[in-house]
């Protein structure tokens, strides 16, 4: 059966209270229709009858193995159907349940409706009527009395009803409205008989009334901010209407401002003249196009010029620190050289006295020998070979020195040539290095740019397509609230292919950029991208915003200039939430694309830029501000052009030339590594030659000097020469003690040379290590001093354009006599308008626009806004839609808290009510067993849904419980109407039916369950029980409330009901 009415489950609507009316109130001519109860017992008489929900009558046509059973009129109380098998007592069960709308299978029956078709019949009808009296009445009003279910059952196994009043009107077709009937008359079949499953099913139901109770609560707050905004945009359009007087006072003012703002305007135009006649050269300076420009890249080659000397600067600091101590060791060590030298000299000075007085010695000593053995032997011949000797050897001399200043001067020759091509060695290799570096950059983007021509988003990087890819699978998975967009230069189309360069120029790294609704989904997203970009890579810009299906409104926002677009209406872009990205980020709607540099000057800089404009880009890809100008970094565009081949072929073009002007390179390199090398062997020869000439030299002064000492000769007295001798010994000795003491002084001083030589070179070594860092540097200084330079020629160049604007100064002498007579006549009028000047800090252009703007915000006041108390009732309804839905808001949320509160109360009185329904049931079923000294147990699961039952016949003390089973058949009957009466009496149907209830009963045993069963009918007068049994009831007691059915014989030769087993159909309920 459907769910029953959603209706609280403890109201008395749903639980049927029983109707006593008196005997007399009955129909005479129909008491076997509305039958008159009196007890089967010996008790007292009771009249009571039910008025709603009972069966009336029911009859078959074709239905089963039967042409025709009935009508058969049911009694209000107790109902014998009686016949032999196969009479139509099941038939008659049968069709109550299929007529009411019960399916095929629950009868046991058969497993289709096409089964209760009779054979050779092409259809089957059941008509049941039900009672329907009193103020129970389902629809009293509409079906009177009586309500007629008739179902027509076809030979396909659909159904149809009809639903007709007591008068037999047709009242509905629709099986919703049975469903409403039984559940109104809480009619049920094999289903639980209490309210416990209604209950539960009540209170399932309400908790998911209470769920979409909350996300009414949610939609509601939505809402609510809507109606918010709507409530704020209406009170500012009432404040606003409200203010139009204060904008007109505004406006007379502004008019005021405005007279003497152009007075101010004049006066400041008279002040700028005058002052462009003082500055003369420095203003035309400032007033050329490139201006600007050359001092940005002058500062930018000064402060890298700087930065390289602040490093040498630092080094030199080190250097300096380092001075002193070198220059103390250098002292140091050159006194110490002094003191070792001059020793040196003292004690070369004694050797050679010592070896002149040795050689003077033997000479005496040869002389005296001589002079001994003949005194006469001349001397004159050797002394001459002397003389010629010495003038040969001061000619050689001559020669050598001669040689070795021509050596020398090779010498400085070669070391210049090889420091210049060091030099120019290092300037060709950093330019190679430049070249290869742009050369890199070339081939990497043309490979991107081939690889585009297959895939357009692998211009964004060649990881874009494999991460889009990963964005739609976890889309897909719904790890995404909502789909991420980008990159975004794939979303967006250029209208003109000339402004690609300055659309990328003004986005840059926008175009790689993506679009996520939330944080959550920007966290995902990350998460992916991790997967693509290694760590230390850059990647793509997250940007987070709501997504919004309409493109912002810029309109009183944007840029416009009748010639020029802005950023935004260059584009075409089909998704909004691209579009609003790049407003939020970028500004578009206020970015001007001017193609030509010279005029995206004019109109930014030698004129005010147009309204809400802050910056434009020219096709060269510069950015212009009012009062700066920027050239772009980059000559042709890298994601947005168009023709790909094109650039791809100027790509291939300049990658070649690169290669050639590196090959050119490292040629020109080669040459000079050849030139240095030579060179430097050459001088390494040239410094040997030199060194063996210096050697010469010493050796043949060193002989002049030793010929030159040699003495004649002299005739002497050989006792002369004998004491000159003896003399000589003497001081011999004297000098060589002399030189004993002079050499261990040398000694001494030499260590002590030795020590401070170790320490200045150890000084020395940290300087030049300091040095060899500055060398670099030194040269990175010259080249930057010489890009320096050439900025500043570049500056003077401009500088000089000044010289042009000196003509200009003659006619601004003339203009400034034409601006006084103007400033008279302008400070005339003003005073016409306002007598006493104001102090005015706007221009008077803004106050132009100001005014143009209130005028026009005045009459769009008048225009859009209209009649006041119309705004005012508009805005009163929208905040009292606010206040209402605000109000309704609050009012869930706390029937929510309270329903909560309801429905703990209520799970714990449908807990209360089901043990007692179980107690009742179990002391039912005790006491009528006890009826015949029976002893048994029912144990209810409420947890697992079952129910166990134990019975032992006789004395209940001498005999354990046994299992159903081991009943005999008669017990188990008598057990099991117990367990049915027990079940009835915690039901609430109208009527009940039990089909053979006393088979297997002994007569003692069928019996005492009559009576059982006639004593509860009798206790429950508002109910109906029809009962069915192949018995003749006979011994029945005579009673008006006792309606005994007798069913005909069936026809001759039928014993067996054309019924499939219930395995080889489905259970098909088509209606």
Not at 480 to 497: E, M, S, W
Not at 1012 to 1027: G, V
Request: glycine share 4%; net charge neutral.
């Amino acid at each position: 059966m459907a769910k029953r009415k959603e209706e609280n489950f403890f109201s008395p609507e749903n639980a049927k209270r029983p109707r006593q009316e008196e005997l007399d109130d009955f129909d005479k001519d129909e008491c076997d229709e509305d039958e008159c109860a009196v007890s089967f017992t010996n008790g007292t008489s009771t009249l009571t009858a039910a008025e709603v929900g009972i069966i009336e009558s029911i009859q078959l046509k074709n239905f089963m193995c039967h042409s025709m059973l009935g009508p058969f009129k049911f009694g209000s109380n107790v109902n014998f159907v009686v016949g032999n098998n196969g009479s139509g007592k099941s038939a008659v069960l049968t069709a109550l349940i299929v007529g009411l709308g019960g399916k095929a299978i629950t009868t046991n029956r058969g497993s289709s409706l096409k089964g209760f078709v009779k054979d050779g019949q092409n259809s089957a009808d059941i008509s049941i009527t039900i009672r329907n009296r009193g103020d129970d009445a389902y629809r009293g009003n509409v079906y009177g009395d009586t309500i007629i279910v008739q179902q027509h059952i076809s030979m396909d196994g659909s159904r149809s009803y009809k639903l007709k009043s007591a008068t037999g009107a047709v009242i509905s077709t629709k099986k919703e409205e049975l469903i409403g009937i039984l559940d109104h008359f809480n009619i049920q079949f094999f289903m639980k008989a209490t309210q416990l499953e209604q209950m539960k099913e009540d209170y399932s139901y309400i908790m998911e009334t209470k769920e979409r109770t909350k996300e009414q609560i949610n939609q509601g707050e939505e809402r609510l901010s809507e109606l918010k905004r709507q409530c704020l945009e209406k009170e500012e359009r009432f404040q606003n209407i409200a203010g139009l007087s204060t904008m007109k006072t505004n406006l007379e003012y502004l008019k005021h401002e405005m007279a003497w703002a152009v007075v101010n305007e004049i006066e400041k135009q008279l002040n700028a003249i005058r002052d462009n006649i003082k500055i003369g050269e420095d203003r035309a300076a400032r007033l050329e196009r490139k201006t600007e420009e050359q001092q940005v890249r002058l500062n930018e080659a000064e402060k890298k010029y700087k930065d390289i000397q602040d490093k040498l600067e630092k080094i030199s600091q080190e250097t300096s620190a380092r001075a002193p101590e070198c220059m103390a060791l250098k002292a140091d060590l050159t006194s110490k050289k002094r003191a070792y030298n001059e020793a040196e000299v003292l004690y070369n000075r004694s050797l050679n006295e010592y070896k002149a007085l040795k050689k003077d010695d033997e000479q005496l000593c040869r002389r005296i020998e001589e002079l001994k053995k003949s005194a006469d032997q001349s001397l004159e011949p050797e002394r001459l070979e002397r003389q010629k000797k010495i003038s040969w050897l001061k000619e050689r001399i001559k020669a050598l020195q001669d040689q070795e200043s021509s050596v020398n001067q090779e010498i400085e020759q070669f070391q210049q040539a090889i420091e210049k091509d060091k030099e120019e060695h290092t300037r060709i290799k950093r330019e190679e290095l430049d070249v290869k570096t742009t050369l890199n950059f070339n081939q990497r983007q043309l490979k991107e740019l081939k690889d585009s021509k297959t895939d357009r988003l692998k211009r964004f990087g060649p990881h874009v397509p494999a991460l889009l890819e990963a964005i739609d699978d976890a889309y897909r998975r719904g790890h995404f609230t909502y789909k991420p967009v980008g990159p975004l230069g794939a979303c967006i189309h250029l209208r003109d292919p000339e402004l690609a360069l300055a659309i990328e120029s003004c986005l840059k790294g926008l175009l790689q950029a993506y679009c996520c609704h939330n944080h959550a989904d920007e966290r995902v997203l990350q998460a992916l991208m991790k997967k693509f970009y290694s760590p230390g890579t850059s990647r793509p810009q997250i940007i987070v915003s709501e997504f919004r299906n309409e493109m912002y409104d810029v309109r009183h926002r944007a840029a416009y200039h009748p010639e020029y677009p802005t950023v935004l209406t260059a584009l075409e872009i089909d998704n909004a939430v691209v579009a609003n990205s790049l407003i939020d980020m970028r500004s578009i709607e206020t970015v001007l694309l001017i193609k030509n540099n010279s005029v995206a000057r004019a109109v930014m800089q030698s004129q005010k830029p147009p309204k809400n404009c802050r910056e434009a880009f020219t096709a060269d890809g510069d950015q212009v501000f009012a009062g700066r100008y920027y050239s772009s970094e980059y000559t042709r565009p890298k994601f947005l052009s168009r023709d790909v081949d094109s650039e791809i072929s100027d790509l291939e073009d300049e990658v070649e030339n690169k290669k050639a002007q590196i090959l050119n390179l490292q040629q020109h390199l080669s040459t000079l590594q050849k030139d240095i090398k030579c060179n430097e062997e050459l001088l390494r020869r040239y410094q040997l030659h030199y060194k063996e000439l210096k050697m010469k030299i010493r050796k043949s002064i060193s002989e002049i000097r030793e010929l030159e000492n040699i003495e004649e000769h002299q005739s002497v007295d050989i006792a002369t020469l004998e004491d000159e001798a003896q003399e000589n010994k003497i001081k011999m000795k004297m000098v060589e003690k002399n030189m004993e003491q002079q050499k261990e002084n040398m000694e001494h001083l030499k260590s002590l040379k030795v020590e401070a030589e170790n320490k200045y070179d150890e000084i020395k070594q940290k300087i030049n290590q300091l040095s060899e860092l500055a060398d670099p540097l030194k040269d990175e200084l010259n080249l930057a001093d010489s890009e320096v330079d050439n900025q500043k020629r570049g500056k003077r160049h401009y500088e000089d354009k000044q010289k042009e604007h000196l003509d200009t100064l003659n006619k601004k002498k003339r203009e400034l006599d034409m601006k006084e007579k103007e400033l008279e006549e302008k400070m005339s009028q003003a005073r016409q308008i306002c007598p006493e000047r104001i102090e005015v800090k706007k221009s008077a252009s803004i106050l132009d626009k100001e005014i143009n703007r209130l005028r026009q915000k005045i009459q769009a006041e008048h225009a859009s806004y209209g009649d006041r108390e119309e705004i005012m009732k508009q805005y009163q309804e929208a905040r009292e839609s606010y206040l209402d839905l605000d109000s309704k808001v609050k009012t869930l949320k706390r029937f929510i808290k309270l329903l909560e509160e309801i429905m703990i109360h209520r799970y714990k009185t449908y807990q209360q009510f089901r043990r007692c329904l179980t107690l009742r049931c179990k002391l039912y079923f005790d006491n009528l067993l006890s009826q015949r000294a029976y002893c048994g147990k029912m144990n209810f699961d409420h947890k697992n849904e079952t129910l166990t039952i134990s019975v032992q016949p006789g004395e209940g003390n001498k005999a354990a419980f046994n299992d159903m089973r081991a009943l005999s058949g008669g017990e188990r009957s008598f057990s099991t109407v117990c367990f049915i009466l027990s079940l009835w009496s915690i039901a609430e149907s109208p009527f009940r039916c039990l089909d053979e209830f006393d088979v297997y009963m002994d007569m003692v045993n069928r019996r005492i369950a009559m009576d059982m069963i006639l004593k509860m009918a009798d206790s429950q007068r508002f109910r109906q029980f029809i009962l069915l049994t192949p018995q003749s009831m006979s011994s029945l007691p005579s009673s008006k409330l006792i309606r005994i059915l007798r069913m005909s014989d069936p026809e001759r030769g039928q014993t067996t009901l054309p019924f499939r087993p219930v395995s080889q159909e489905d259970d098909d309920d088509r209606s």
